[in-house]
């Protein structure tokens, strides 16, 4: 049985230490029919390091190392390049001087292989000036690959100073591809981000978005057929549409794929946990969230148009936008309305849907004890059908939330149906938000076994209305439940923005 390729990211030790590997070598040789300017944005331990790592040692010449790969027995092997490896993934950006160190350090590093000497007076000159040497001193025209072109932006996002000196510096350094363009044989940028080209790549023009090529969906992470083929001696021991509901579902407009990092931690621990989410802590995102009092229900079916979907900067930063790119959402459908594409967006796979949730409900309360304590005590008590104590729960967790929450937010009426919403999807329930009927929309419910809860929401200024229930069964939304499931129960919850808390928990049981 070959080893996991955990964390590895040099495609020269996978291939040389007998660990498995998913042939990307196809898109290795497409690329170099189609083009010579490239970016590719795909969500953080994706398998974007490793294929940058691919294209290194296929332009290198590397032969031995593909024997058995698709890419053996179709490429020029004859023709070396001179390789320009950059990579972001390690740094501290935080601090004024913390790119310009890092970008020194790269140059550095490239006067040492290379064995050539850098005095131009700015980086982005000697960047130029390596180029332009290591071009002529090998007599062949240079590839430039760049991984984690964005991590010094991101990694500042919530400090405006640094981050937008951050962006300029990058610019600059960036904008010496253009200027070199007759010295360069192939350009590779990847990054989680796609900040729009007027921001960093000011001037590239021909640099070709792949991020939703169809032809390139599948560049990064495991297909269906490679976890079935290249993992068949570790999938033996598990169910597949269990795997498949946890860590599938990731789509760039083509087939849909399993977050590699996931796939090869469940094989190693054979225990399903959230890997990937792990591995970041969205406070940031959460924030923004929170911030722009955004009605968290919607991200189960958002849409979205090209317009929000190529805007990302330091000064347009939209929920949706960075919700999609860091991969906490994916792409499940695409139409064209009125001459536009529009995009529907919604959760990959359980790992994200549930962890996003806990973390919310978290940042919410700021106490991690307390919240899952809240979570444990709802899932209890929604499956004994405990109305009583569910009652009880949902107000002492409204009760629990910190003033300067309630105090900022709670005045936008979908507030507290957004808490609602991550509280029960946190429990791990399959849940349904804004699920549509023939009468209109149900605004949640949740599905147990052979039972389903259908919650109306109701913000009250200051009276009560108790017509929440009323609304239910005025619109007969339990019709759309009632061949599947055996019981039906509708709950109506009024909350007072005065009180700043439920006001009205009533329910009522459809014979």
């Not at 090209?306 to 991969?327: A, K, V, Y």
Request: hydrophobic share 40%; with cysteine.
């Amino acid at each position: 049985m070959k080893k996991l390729p955990i964390g590895i990211q040099t495609f020269s030790e996978i291939i040389g230490e007998n660990y498995y590997y998913v042939d990307k070598t196809y898109f290795v040789k497409k690329l170099s029919e189609q083009g010579k300017y490239f970016f590719l944005s795909r969500p953080r331990r994706f398998g974007k390091s490793l294929f940058i790592s691919t294209l290194k040692e296929a332009f290198l010449g590397n032969k031995e190392l593909f024997k058995g790969l698709y890419l053996y027995e179709n490429w020029d092997w004859n023709r070396k390049h001179p390789v320009i490896h950059i990579s972001f993934g390690t740094g501290e950006f935080r601090e004024k001087q913390g790119l310009r160190m890092k970008i020194e350090e790269i140059l550095l590093d490239h006067e040492r292989l290379f064995e050539v000497k850098l005095n131009y007076p700015s980086q982005s000159g000697k960047f130029k000036q390596l180029i332009e040497i290591v071009s002529e001193k090998y007599k062949e025209k240079v590839v430039v690959l760049i991984d984690e072109y964005d991590k010094p932006i991101l990694d500042s996002i919530d400090i405006r100073e640094i981050c937008i000196q951050n962006r300029e510096v990058l610019k600059n350094f960036y904008s010496v591809l253009k200027e070199t363009e007759a010295y360069l044989e192939f350009v590779f940028i990847t990054g989680v981000s796609k900040f729009s080209k007027v921001s960093i790549f000011s001037g590239l023009n021909q640099l070709r978005d792949i991020t939703l090529s169809q032809e390139y969906s599948t560049i990064c992470g495991y297909t269906q057929k490679d976890l079935e083929t290249v993992f068949f001696d570790r999938i033996k021991d598990f169910d597949l549409d269990e795997i498949a509901r946890w860590y599938n579902g990731y789509s760039w407009l083509g087939e849909r794929v399993y977050n590699p990092f996931d796939v090869l931690l469940l094989f190693a621990e054979r225990s399903y946990r959230p890997y990937w989410f792990e591995t970041g802590t969205p406070t940031f995102l959460i924030k923004l969230l929170m911030e722009k009092n955004f009605f968290l229900p919607q991200i189960e079916e958002l849409k979205i148009t090209d317009l929000m979907l190529e805007s990302f900067d330091i000064d347009n930063i939209t929920p949706e936008n960075i919700l999609f790119q860091t991969g906490y959402l994916t792409i499940k459908d695409k139409y064209r309305d009125l001459d536009e594409n529009v995009y529907v967006l919604s959760y990959p796979n359980k790992e994200v849907k549930l962890s996003l949730n806990k973390h919310i409900i978290v940042y919410l309360l700021d106490d991690q004890s307390l919240g899952e304590s809240i979570r444990f005590g709802l899932r209890d008590e929604i499956r004994k059908k405990n109305f009583y104590a569910l009652k009880e729960i949902f107000y002492s967790f409204f009760a629990s939330i910190p003033y300067f929450w309630t105090e900022r937010v709670s005045r936008y009426e979908g507030f507290y149906a957004s808490v609602i919403y991550s509280l029960i999807v946190a429990t791990g329930f399959e849940v349904r938000a804004e699920d549509v009927t023939n009468r209109g929309r149900i605004d949640l419910t949740i599905l147990y076994k052979d039972t389903a809860y259908i919650i109306e929401f109701k913000v009250v200024e200051d009276t009560p209305t108790q017509d929440a229930i009323s609304q239910i069964k005025e619109k007969r939304y339990f019709e759309k439940y009632k061949k599947d499931y055996k019981e039906i129960y509708l709950i109506g919850i009024e909350f007072s923005k005065k009180e700043k808390n439920i006001v009205v928990f009533e329910w009522e049981k459809i014979v």
